[in-house]
C-alpha cells in the first residue's frame, strides 16, 4: 500500500507518495492555483497524482489514503477548513468531502502547522517518541502538540497555536492576531527585529549592524550573523529572544511534558547557538521535574516535514 500527501501553500503544494514506513518513494511541486477562490486546486492536486501513477507505474488501487495540510484553521474531526486567506478559501468548506468525492480515498486535513509536526515526531527530530513538541520560529511562529501519539487540536482547533500566547508583558509590539505581546512579536524573523529596533532606541548601544537598523532594512539574518561574531548588541538581542522562548517551552513543558521540543524554522538556522542559549535558560527557569530527559533539538525534515506528517495522519488513522 501506499500513501499520497499534499503539504498545499499559497505559492505551491508540496507533494509526495510514501510508503507505509512513510518513506518518500517520489516527491514533487506543482504550483497552487488560487483563481476562482481557489477551486481548481484539490482537483489540480489529484490530477498530478493520477499523472505520476502513470509515469511511476503504479495503480491508484493501492493508495490507502491521502493526507492534507492546508494554511488555517481546522476543524479535524470533520476535514473542515474555516478560511484560507492564502488559498483564497473564505468561510467553512468541507475539504475533507470534496476531496474523498474527488479521488474516492479516504482523506484528512490539518493544518500545516500540525502536519509539519507530526512529520518530526515519525521522521525527523522527534525519534518517533510519544510526547513531541514543535514550534516553528519563522515569518510567524506556529507549533504543534503531540501528546501521547496525539496532536492535540482543542475544542475550536486552536490547540498547539503557540505563537500567540503572551510572553512580552510590556505588550510592545502589535501582533497579527490582534493582541500584543504574543511569543510571534518576538521570537519570529520580525520579533528578532522588532528587539533590535527597540533596543537600540533605548539603549544607544555601538553595534556593527547600526547602518541597517538606522535605514530600517535589518534582517533576522543579520543580528544571528553579528551576534556569531562577536558582536555584543546583537547577543544581547538573541539572549532576549532566547529568554522569550525558553519562558515560552517552560510552560508547554508544565503542560504535556514532551521528551523533545523541537525548534524549527528559519530563526532557528541560527543553529547551536540559539538553542544553547535557550536550553540554558529553560534549566534555569523550568519546573524541574518536568525538564529531566527532555531534549531540545532542531527540525531535521526541512520542507518535506509537511507531506511526511500528512502521509502520517493516512498512517495513524486509516485503519
Ligand atoms: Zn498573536
Redesign the pocket.
Known amino acids: 500500500m501506499i500513501i499520497l500527501a499534499a503539504d498545499i501553500g499559497g505559492t505551491t503544494c508540496k507533494l509526495g507518495v510514501m510508503d507505509e514506513r512513510l518513506e518518500i518513494l517520489h516527491k514533487w511541486e506543482i504550483p497552487t492555483n488560487k483563481e476562482q477562490d481557489g477551486r481548481h486546486i484539490l482537483k489540480n492536486i489529484h490530477e498530478s497524482f493520477q499523472k505520476n501513477a502513470q509515469i511511476k507505474n503504479y495503480s491508484m488501487d493501492e493508495v490507502k489514503g491521502i493526507g492534507l495540510g492546508v494554511p488555517g484553521p481546522i476543524d479535524f474531526d470533520n476535514g473542515v477548513v474555516n478560511g484560507a486567506i492564502n488559498l483564497n478559501w473564505a468561510g467553512k468548506k468541507n475539504i475533507r468531502e470534496e476531496y474523498e468525492q474527488l479521488s474516492g480515498k479516504p482523506v484528512y486535513v490539518d493544518n500545516d502547522a500540525n502536519v509539519a509536526s507530526l512529520g518530526e515526531k515519525f521522521k525527523g527530530a522527534g525519534q518517533n517518541a510519544k510526547d513531541v513538541v514543535c514550534i516553528t520560529l519563522g515569518t510567524g511562529v506556529g507549533g504543534g502538540i503531540i501528546s501521547n501519539n496525539e496532536l492535540v487540536h482543542g475544542y475550536n482547533g486552536s490547540g498547539g497555536e503557540l505563537?500567540?500566547f503572551k510572553v512580552d508583558f510590556k505588550e510592545r509590539f502589535l501582533?497579527?492576531?490582534g493582541?500584543r505581546g504574543?511569543l510571534?512579536?518576538v521570537a519570529s524573523a520580525t520579533g528578532v527585529v522588532n528587539l533590535a529596533y527597540h533596543y537600540y532606541e533605548e539603549l544607544r548601544f555601538s553595534t556593527i549592524i547600526e547602518d541597517d537598523i538606522e535605514s530600517r532594512t535589518l534582517q533576522a539574518k543579520q543580528v544571528f550573523d553579528a551576534a556569531k561574531e562577536g558582536d555584543e548588541f546583537s547577543l544581547y538581542i538573541i539572549r532576549k529572544v532566547s529568554n522569550y522562548i525558553a519562558y515560552a517551552l517552560s510552560v508547554i513543558s508544565v503542560m504535556s511534558n514532551p521528551e523533545y521540543i523541537i525548534i524549527g524554522g528559519g530563526v532557528s538556522k541560527a543553529g547551536d547557538f540559539l538553542i544553547d542559549h535557550i536550553e540554558e535558560r529553560f534549566q534555569e527557569i523550568t519546573f524541574k521535574p518536568a525538564v529531566e530527559g527532555t531534549k531540545i533539538v532542531t527540525a531535521k525534515l526541512g520542507n518535506d516535514a509537511g507531506i511526511i506528517g500528512a502521509a502520517g495522519l493516512i498512517k495513524q488513522y486509516v485503519k
Open positions: 505563537g500567540h501582533c497579527n492576531c493582541h504574543c510571534e512579536t
